[in-house]
């Protein structure tokens, strides 16, 4: 369905980000940047990665969007989108009313006799959903295709448009945010001062360690 790999390139996103906060956390543990200078510096990586992140997912749905229109038109039959937001309303309205199994079977029959095809095909596709037998299988035979495109197109609303899939997706899986890998901070003796007595006083300084997945 995508043009992209959206997976792989997530990944080297995210590859990258992280190469980038242990060369940033390798500079202060090498005493080359203050710790100052590390904070700003990996807030500024991660605030580019998820900027690039970002930018990948709406590419992402945009391709989705693209690919549900172009399903639509097959169920529809018709590209002009008057047709289509005719037929988006009339479906939401005969949704609402799939219970009424006699109101649908009345609304697709005057569908019929006025050749409203718009109108026979959004009830027809409730009625496919909804198992009401005696509008899908008369529509069936008077269009072959109809039921095979109703259901490509229900299969990918049930896949695409899952009330969930955008929180599981971007929230837990592989499209999550990029955060900083979980770390700890060691102190280790860095050298020695010596004091007005000419001591050698030892010194400490913080260390950064990023700790591998799993």
Same mark, same amino acid.
């Given at each position: #369905?995508?043009?992209?790999?959206?997976?792989?390139? #997530?990944?080297?996103? *995210?590859?990258?980000?992280?190469?980038?906060?242990?060369? $940033?956390?390798?500079?202060?543990?090498?005493?080359?940047?203050?710790?100052?200078?590390?904070?700003?510096?990996?807030?500024?990586v991660l605030?580019?990665?998820?900027?690039? &992140?970002?930018?990948?997912?709406?590419?992402?749905?945009?391709?989705?969007? *693209?690919?549900?229109? =172009?399903?639509?038109?097959? $169920? $529809?039959? @018709?590209?002009?989108?008057?047709? #289509?937001?005719?037929? &988006?309303?009339?479906?939401?309205?005969?949704?609402?009313?799939?219970?009424?199994?006699?109101?649908?079977?009345?609304? +697709?029959?005057?569908?019929?006799?006025?050749?409203?095809?718009?109108?026979?095909?959004?009830? @027809?596709? =409730?009625? =496919?959903?909804?198992?009401i037998k !005696?509008?899908?299988?008369? +529509?069936?035979?008077?269009? !072959?295709?109809?039921?095979? @495109?109703?259901?490509? +197109? &229900? %299969?990918?609303?049930?896949?695409?448009?899952?009330?969930?899939?955008?929180?599981?997706?971007?929230?837990?899986?592989?499209?999550?945010?990029? *955060?900083?890998?979980?770390?700890? =901070?060691?102190? +280790?003796?860095?050298?020695?001062?010596?004091?007005?007595?000419?001591?050698?006083?030892?010194?400490?300084?913080?260390?950064?360690?990023?700790?591998?997945? %799993?």
């Amino acid at each position: #369905m995508f043009k992209e790999n959206y997976e792989k390139e #997530m990944t080297a996103i *995210r590859t990258e980000g992280e190469q980038a906060l242990h060369i $940033v956390a390798g500079q202060f543990n090498d005493g080359k940047i203050s710790q100052s200078e590390w904070k700003q510096t990996r807030d500024k990586v991660l605030e580019l990665s998820n900027q690039k &992140r970002n930018e990948l997912i709406e590419r992402r749905e945009f391709d989705i969007d *693209r690919a549900e229109e =172009v399903l639509l038109n097959k $169920v $529809v039959g @018709a590209n002009d989108e008057k047709d #289509m937001n005719r037929y &988006r309303d009339l479906y939401s309205k005969y949704s609402e009313k799939a219970n009424d199994k006699d109101y649908l079977i009345r609304e +697709y029959e005057t569908s019929i006799k006025l050749n409203d095809t718009t109108a026979g095909k959004a009830c @027809a596709s =409730v009625a =496919v959903e909804h198992g009401i037998k !005696e509008i899908a299988n008369d +529509y069936s035979i008077r269009d !072959e295709s109809f039921i095979n @495109a109703i259901n490509e +197109y &229900r %299969g990918f609303k049930q896949k695409w448009r899952a009330f969930d899939r955008k929180f599981i997706e971007y929230q837990c899986n592989h499209f999550a945010h990029i *955060r900083e890998p979980r770390k700890s =901070v060691e102190k +280790y003796e860095a050298g020695y001062n010596v004091n007005d007595s000419g001591q050698r006083v030892p010194f400490f300084r913080d260390r950064i360690i990023y700790h591998k997945k %799993g």
